[in-house]
């Protein structure tokens, strides 16, 4: 029998997998969840057939579980795999791939099945093109797409434990939280964000200033903490640092280089405000404002605090 | 033992015209060191101090085989050939190809990379060894790696076994690029020119393009006017989003 998989190492654009590997129309789709109890329970409400279940522990990283995953998904004669791009996930699915023979492929967002292979939409060049891949079978993807919730009252898919096998030596040592206290960029409904636009230490105030009337968290592109030290480490969003999903990411100064962007993937809805109109930034963004910084800012804080603005008064002289 | 810090192995996507018809125009761009090129070698460097290892470059592509050279590395290995692919597995298979021609070796240090991000692992697939990505730093302990990573918001320590591949993630840029007299010195040191049949690697593209085009909405909306204006349109637009 054969079988679709997903491989989840967390939570993230689970169900939004399943539903698309639901495209290809196969016998079953099956996720293969390695990590926690809780992890396993998510993994079952997913709208999958079945879940297979590899146990880990506080000292038993997933990727440690790797020959137990491989084992997992060859028992089937799979035609797709799917995983989330974490590290931990992207180690399974490298394995199983190799195992496999399979091709990969990157920013994966649909799959519809074509005589013996896979046509596979995917994102490219940092979301520039959408490409359409001829794949074979079996492939393997990396799913860049956005989640999905799944239908309430879903009845949860059986799990199934596997029993494992000798881990590889891979081990967690230690273990702690990289955030500082009073910093919670991961939870903030909003976040104000400033980069290198920003010409100083000083005007830090503005951002200050907008992020307190949008009750927004203050973070940074890496060179604000690394370069210039201007705000701590633990503000830094991006790859190497914070990974946010606030409803509100504000990106002032920001070019939008891709180690930023892949930090604020799961960021709702995206504001840019640059004085470069082709800065990356705003292919990402939902709203922009191509301006300075030190002009745009003011004028938000006076838009927010309901002053009557410029465009207001344009609006009534018309009328 | 030898350590390979693999670098220059891609294009900046950032380099690439897309066309209004999809199609890409890469207007002569070379492979570049990516974004967390410095950090590999940094971590490359360190590693092969305190373990008493050999640091030995692998770059594919165009790229210039003498960026690392000119930053500690003594010897390096290049591919010139590369194939254009949207495999990530097949970049990796010829980059374990090289690892295996090189011998001897039992830690690989790549770049994580946001564009190429399947390559780390398939590479470790490829050479049947554990991987461990997202790496910010490792050392040497005894003799076996300590690793420091981010996970989440949650900073890791781990112990890992060799041989291991390591994708490395910058959390800084470079800091101390080299000054003209390492770039010289670098063009005197051996660079060992590899052919595909040196590896034994036959460049089979699976996943050839059917077609492209560019997103149907790739840009923002952008607001425009005096800055009043701007602002006071995005804050209405947000409002009405339900995000204000």
Known sequence: MTADWVIATDSRRLPAMVHALRGLGGDGVRVLAVGSPALAEVAAGACADSVTWIATDATTPAEARTPDAVRAVLESEPRAVLAASTPAARVLLGAVATALGAPVVPGVLSVVPEADAVLVESSDLGGRRLRTLVAPVPFAGLFAGPDVVPPVGVRPATVERVAAGTPLDVRVEHSASAVGAGVELATAERIVAVGRGLKSKDDLALVRELAERLDAAIACSMPIADDFRWLPSERYVGRSGQQVAPRLYFAVGISGAPQHLDGVRDAKVVVAVNSDPDAPIFRRADYGVVGDLYEVLPALGAALAGGPSTATREEQADE | ?244
């Open chain 2, 1 to 244: 033992m030898n350590v390979v810090v693999v670098y220059e192995w891609a294009r900046d996507p950032a380099d690439a015209l897309v066309r209004a018809d999809g199609s890409v125009d890469w207007r002569g761009a070379k492979f570049v060191p990516g974004e967390d090129d410095a950090a590999v070698l940094a971590v490359g460097r360190a590693i092969g101090a305190a373990g008493g290892r050999d640091v030995v470059g692998v770059t594919v592509g165009s790229g210039d085989a003498t960026w690392a050279l000119a930053r500690g590395v003594e010897r390096a290995f290049s591919v010139p050939e590369l194939p254009e692919t949207a495999d990530d597995a097949l970049t990796a298979a010829i980059l374990a190809a090289v690892v295996r021609h090189v011998g001897d070796v039992d830690v690989v240090l790549v770049g994580d990379a946001v564009a190429y991000p399947a390559v780390a692992p398939t590479l470790a697939g490829a050479l049947g060894w554990p991987a461990v990505l997202g790496v910010a730093d490792a050392g040497v302990v005894s003799d076996r790696l300590t690793v420091t990573r981010r996970v989440d918001d949650r900073e890791e320590v781990l112990s890992v076994a060799t041989p291991v591949v390591l994708g490395v993630s910058a959390a800084s840029a470079e800091k101390q690029p080299p000054g003209m007299k390492e770039i010289l010195a670098a063009r005197r040191r051996p660079v060992v020119e590899l052919a595909l049949s040196d590896l034994d690697v036959t460049p089979i593209d699976r996943l050839p393009e059917r077609s492209a085009r560019p997103p149907v909405s790739s840009a923002a909306r952008l607001f425009t006017g005096t800055p009043e204006s701007c602002a006071a349109q995005l804050i209405a637009a947000l409002r009405a989003d339900g995000v204000l």
